[in-house]
């Protein structure tokens, strides 16, 4: 099986075992990403265009649109529309930006296509009016200077002007050594004469060069701009969810806990007997909580990377098996067999089957002498074994304990003078009806029984 295959699988794995929780998760992320679009949703977006006329340089440009957007241009607007916002609100809905052809574009948002034509409309008119105020408050000092400007550039060319007609007269054989020094300084009187005339030039663009003209009225927007409430909404919907599948693979993962009967058996060095069923009542546990009830309503509570094994279809079906469990052992040769059975502390389902067993053992008289104790198995922690039995059978619940623990376990019992005679692995099912004490009939079991176990890792 390709790794491609083993991923799918593994996928398909947690979408089925854990479809209740990554619901309820992309209902979060909707609700999350409908939340956000109060914020990062724009409304409704349209824009109005300012044009500059004359040439303008592109720090000019800039600081144009800084203008446009600037407190006092928006104070106006919105006292023109009768808004009950400030400039400084309306920074946030408005924008401006320079494009090509000494163009200002002027942005605006707004709840409904209307007000958004109506506000990037006024700041556009404002922002106008705005520049040529501040044009006509700096006019006298700025008019006097280029006046004085074009009236020196002007003598400078009448100047010239006379210098080549004076020369011209004065030429009268081009072929002599004056007649070419003439020439020559007659080229450098034109040159003069057009660098004045292209300095008069711009004097004149930048006399004109305040002038902005509003470029027709904006578009009415159709529809919303993105991203929408929908688009946020579905966004947080998928984001949430491959956050959920991921989580889980992560942590798969990242859980060293043992799920399988052969790498259970190795790191106790000693066989797996059995896999029993226990089943558990339809109701949480008072102890359980509020967090308890949230997990088994969500089906976190039950473990989906656990391999799926056949279920007993009633009571006498599950006996069987604790049954077969002594016969393996030995339990029904001659002698007594003296058993320690090592639960481990807080393994609900394990110490279930382990009370089960000395219950089948006194029903059968099977020559056993069963001791069920619990032992902490925890990492870190060196568990202690009773001394005094023949042999040790240990209860695990299947995902649990790692490999580390369950060889802690085994050299506890070495170091207690125990063999490990081999290890029942239990899991716990949901049993949806009332518990059946007589055998199945024949055919195919038509049991409603949930086949997740509920021990190991959420």
Request: glycine fraction near 10%; proline fraction near 5%.
């Amino acid at each position: 099986m390709s790794d491609d295959t083993v991923r799918l699988s593994t996928v398909g794995q947690v979408l089925r075992r854990r479809w209740r929780a990554l619901l309820i998760l992309v209902v979060v992320g909707a609700g999350v990403g409908a939340g956000a679009s109060l914020v990062l949703s724009p409304g409704y977006e349209t824009t109005a265009s300012v044009l500059l006329q004359g040439p303008r340089q592109a720090d000019e440009l800039l600081t144009q649109a800084q203008v446009a957007t600037s407190s006092v241009v928006l104070d106006r607007a919105g006292a023109a529309l009768g808004l009950r916002e400030t400039g400084t609100d309306l920074q946030k809905k408005v924008s401006a930006s320079v494009a090509q052809g000494n163009v200002v574009a002027i942005t605006a948002d707004g709840d409904s296509p209307q007000h958004a034509q109506q506000l990037a409309d006024q700041v556009a008119n404002e922002f106008v009016k705005y520049s040529t105020q501040l044009l006509a408050n700096s006019a006298d000092t700025s008019a006097q200077l280029a006046q004085e400007q074009r009236e020196a550039l002007r003598q400078q060319v009448a100047q010239t002007n006379q210098r080549i007609l004076d020369l011209s007269r004065s030429v009268q054989d081009g072929q002599t050594v004056e007649g070419v020094q003439v020439r020559t300084e007659l080229q450098g009187l034109r040159t003069s004469l057009e660098q004045a005339m292209n300095n008069l030039n711009a004097a004149d663009a930048a006399t004109g060069a305040g002038n902005m003209v509003v470029m027709g009225p904006s578009e009415k927007p159709t529809s919303p701009a993105a991203p929408t409430l929908t688009q946020l909404a579905g966004g947080g919907a998928i984001l949430f969810f491959l956050i959920g599948v991921l989580g889980y693979l992560f942590g798969s993962r990242t859980d060293r806990r043992l799920r399988s009967e052969t790498e259970i058996g190795s790191a106790l060095g000693a066989p797996v007997l059995a896999s029993v069923d226990v089943p558990e009542s339809g109701e949480p546990e008072p102890a359980a909580g509020v967090r308890g009830v949230l997990r088994r309503i969500t089906g976190s509570d039950k473990p989906w990377n656990l391999p799926e094994v056949p279920v007993s279809a009633d009571d006498a079906s599950r006996e069987v098996r604790y049954r077969r469990v002594f016969a393996r052992l030995g339990a029904d040769r001659d002698g007594v067999l003296r058993l320690l059975v090592l639960v481990a502390a807080g393994d609900g389902a394990a110490k279930q089957a382990a009370e089960q067993f000395a219950k089948v053992a006194r029903a059968e008289r099977v020559r056993v002498q069963l001791t069920v104790t619990e032992i902490v198995v925890a990492a870190g922690v060196q568990p202690t074994v009773p001394d005094g039995t023949d042999g040790v059978l240990v209860v695990l619940s299947l995902g649990t304990r790692s490999a580390w623990e369950l060889v802690a376990v085994a050299e506890a019992c070495a170091d207690a003078g125990h063999e490990v005679l081999g290890a029942v692995l239990t899991r716990q099912v949901r049993v949806t009806g009332k518990p059946r004490r007589e055998p199945a009939a024949a055919g195919p079991p038509q049991v409603p029984v949930d086949r997740d176990v509920m021990a190991g890792s959420p």
